[in-house]
């Protein structure tokens, strides 16, 4: 069952910061947020994940609310190469069974 | 870098044919995941193997439907006597027990 909100499509301007959205009000206090993409036709790519804490990678940047009830999926510089269908999931046990849900359709435009 | 392998990339077969996919996971990798795709939707979780062992089966795998992974090293999933409501991105996903997993580049079935 779905346990995130996502807008469904976001426009971003190549070069700017994309700042992704995602509502999760139902999360458990042992329950990991995860983020993947899909770019047309090829598998889901994972980006980050976290529990509590900010997380930072070579990809993006994680932002999670002190409460947990939300996170925002943070890609500084986009490219024409981040346009993908971004999966905001939470992780429910200790294995990765996902409910990936509709995404966001991100539109990095020139 | 050896990701995650499927074997084929494409299938086109006939309504009523048996077809098997293969994956090969990310060396090491304990965990193996089986999710179908159709157009337009998220990834669906279908399976999911500890080294040999199935420990969890989705309701959408029916009786038509059976993954193997008999040395807890690659896997195959057959669907026998395939429908057009089968077709679908068939992806694979391994994992080094509870990290992150990576996933295949799928095998798109077509059943025509």
């Known amino acids: 069952d779905a346990k995130t909100t996502q807008p469904t499509s976001m426009d971003c301007a190549e070069g700017r910061a994309a700042n992704l959205p995602c509502n999760h009000s139902?999360?458990?206090?042992?329950?990991?947020v995860y983020w993947y993409r899909q770019i047309h036709s090829q598998g889901p790519q994972y980006i980050i994940h976290g529990l509590k804490n900010n997380e930072t990678n070579e990809m993006a940047s994680l932002i999670i609310t002190e409460d947990r009830k939300s996170s925002t999926l943070i890609l500084p510089h986009a490219t024409l190469r981040d346009t993908a269908v971004y999966y905001c999931i939470v992780r429910v046990g200790n294995f990765n069974k996902f409910y990936f849900g509709s995404g966001t359709k991100l539109n990095v435009k020139p | 870098d050896t990701g995650v392998s499927q074997d084929p990339r494409h299938k086109i077969t006939k309504r009523g044919q048996n077809v098997t996919f293969r994956c090969d996971p990310i060396?090491?990798?304990?965990?193996l995941y089986w999710y179908r795709q159709t157009l337009g939707q998220g990834p669906e979780f279908l399976t999911y193997f500890q080294n040999e062992a199935q420990l969890e089966k989705s309701r959408l795998l029916s009786d038509r439907f059976s993954a193997e992974r008999p040395k807890g090293s690659f896997s195959t999933l057959e669907i026998q006597r395939t429908e057009q409501g089968d077709s679908a991105m068939y992806l694979c996903?391994?994992?080094?027990?509870?990290?992150?997993?990576?996933f295949g580049q799928g095998t798109r079935l077509t059943v025509v």
């Open positions: 060396s090491e990798h304990n965990r």
């Open positions: 996903a391994s994992s080094l027990d509870e990290a992150e997993a990576f």
């Open positions: 139902t999360i458990s206090g042992n329950e990991y």
